[in-house]
T-cell receptor
């Protein structure tokens, strides 16, 4: 399985862009990068995913390097409600398994400061 | 309906009790997951069901017994648990191999074993 490495914590000023990095240097060519976040005491929430190209949706943008060994999640205008633990996950399909597997790493605790 | 519903929200049980956690989704997803999350730790995958068949068992002790009676329901039967099994138990679902849509998580059942 491709493993991910994220900084344990980050601060961001409210209204500024939050840039959350993730290293996944052992990722395989057909493995997707997914980002989830977990607000305190809630279930994880899907944010965005990508394979090679940069992606954008209403929540965030995902920038994947050309060699696919790292990516950055961008929250363009962070608000206090974005305070959460952000998980970068490489989704894998184990051999013989009938479904994908999401294995969470330690994540980055993002604190948005007023 | 993009919800995954877990019941109960909170459960306190003794070490000799038998209880069940329930999870329900009506999104037509064919993959369903159980995760366990201890405080300040990331979710850990326990089981994956694909098309109502157990696809992945992450070496979970037999005192945890999953069941998928139909494509919308997922149960986790608990018996003879230990205090260290106290945790947040999260259920999730995804389209599985028919599509790589994101996984949706429930809000979890907070289990306390006394």
């Amino acid at each position: 399985d491709a493993k991910t490495t994220q900084p344990p914590s980050m601060d961001c000023a409210e209204g500024r862009a939050a840039n959350l990095p993730c290293n996944h240097s052992t990722i395989s060519g057909n493995e997707y990068v997914y980002w989830y976040r977990q607000i305190h005491s809630q279930g994880p929430q899907y944010i965005i995913h990508g394979l090679k190209n940069n992606e954008t949706n209403e929540m965030a943008s995902l920038i994947i390097t050309e060699d696919r060994k790292s990516s950055t999640l961008i929250l363009p205008h962070a608000t206090l409600r974005d305070t959460a633990v952000y998980y970068c996950i490489v989704r894998v399909l184990p051999p013989g398994a009938g479904s994908y597997q999401l294995t969470f790493g330690k994540g980055t605790k993002l604190s948005v400061i007023p | 309906d993009t919800e995954v519903t877990q019941t109960p929200k909170h459960l306190v049980m003794g070490m000799t009790n038998k209880k069940s956690l329930k999870c329900e989704q009506h999104m037509g997803h064919r993959a369903m997951y159980w995760y366990k999350q201890k405080a300040k730790k990331p979710p850990e995958l326990m089981f994956v069901y694909s098309y109502e068949k157990l696809s992945i068992n992450e070496s979970v002790p037999s005192r945890f017994s999953p069941e998928c009676p139909n494509s919308s329901l997922l149960n986790l039967h608990l018996h003879a648990l230990q205090p260290e099994d106290s945790a947040l138990y999260l259920c999730a679902s995804s389209q599985g191999l028919q599509g790589f849509g994101e996984a949706f998580f429930g809000q979890g059942t907070r289990l306390t074993v006394v």
